[in-house]
């Protein structure tokens, strides 16, 4: 079975740094994805994991810790336009579909 | 096209109906994905085709709905009978090889009334 979860909605402060947490239980693991998808878009790639440890780009990390079954996604100097829904999604084996968590609904507030 | 295109953007129909929906990838992708997403719920996996076969259906809610890629690039989703309950946004999703990332259309916004 599949289970991604992640906080329904967080709020942070324009300027400040905000950590969006998702667990994951999957039968198998062959990379972990985060998309950023504001209301009425497409989900947009951020960030891929596969190995432990983290990954920046930019204002954008991404961490993973497989054997915890734990990623985070690290957005710095938050900007109003990174307002939107950040989706964590696991890939199980080999070809197979991505599996998206509920996605995380972020406010960023003056 | 530079990205992946789904037509129509949005779709209305009457309760038990026949829809269909379109999805032209990025060119060269051999992977194609489509999802079903509800409002405030994350991608749900529908059915994924390597080239011009079903890989996966196993995400395929029941057998009202159906899809195929003939030719190895355009898919059409399928879906008979329509119910309400099909609402939703029919998300399609490109990639080079299975094991990259995805990359989105907008989606079509499916309303059946």
């Known amino acids: 079975g599949q289970n991604i979860d992640q906080p329904t909605e967080m709020t942070a402060t324009e300027g400040a740094i905000v950590q969006i947490n998702c667990t994951y239980q999957t039968s198998g693991f062959n990379g972990l994805f985060w998309y950023q998808q504001h209301a009425g878009e497409a989900p947009t790639f951020l960030s891929y994991?596969?190995?432990?440890g983290l990954e920046e780009k930019g204002r954008f990390s991404s961490f993973l810790s497989r054997s915890k079954g734990y990623s985070y996604l690290l957005l710095k100097e938050l900007q109003m336009k990174d307002s939107a829904s950040y989706l964590c999604?696991?890939?199980?084996?080999?070809?197979?579909?991505?599996?998206f968590g509920k996605g995380t609904r972020l406010s960023v507030i003056a | 096209g530079a990205g992946v295109s789904q037509t129509p953007s949005n779709k209305v129909t009457e309760k038990g109906k026949y829809v269909e929906l379109r999805c032209d990838p990025i060119s060269g992708h051999t992977a194609l994905y489509w999802y079903r997403q509800s409002l405030g719920q994350g991608p749900e996996f529908l059915i994924y085709?390597?080239?011009?076969?079903?890989?996966?259906d196993s995400g395929l809610p029941n057998d009202r709905f159906f899809a195929v890629r003939p030719e190895g690039s355009v898919s059409t989703l399928k879906i008979q009978r329509t119910e309400r309950g099909d609402s939703a946004v029919y998300l399609c999703?490109?990639?080079?090889?299975?094991?990259?990332?995805?990359?989105f259309g907008q989606g079509t916004r499916l309303t059946v009334v």
């Open positions: 085709f390597q080239g011009t076969g079903a890989a996966d």
């Open positions: 999604a696991v890939r199980e084996l080999g070809n197979t579909p991505l599996v």
């Open positions: 999703a490109s990639s080079p090889r299975g094991t990259t990332e995805a990359f």
């Open positions: 994991n596969v190995l432990d």
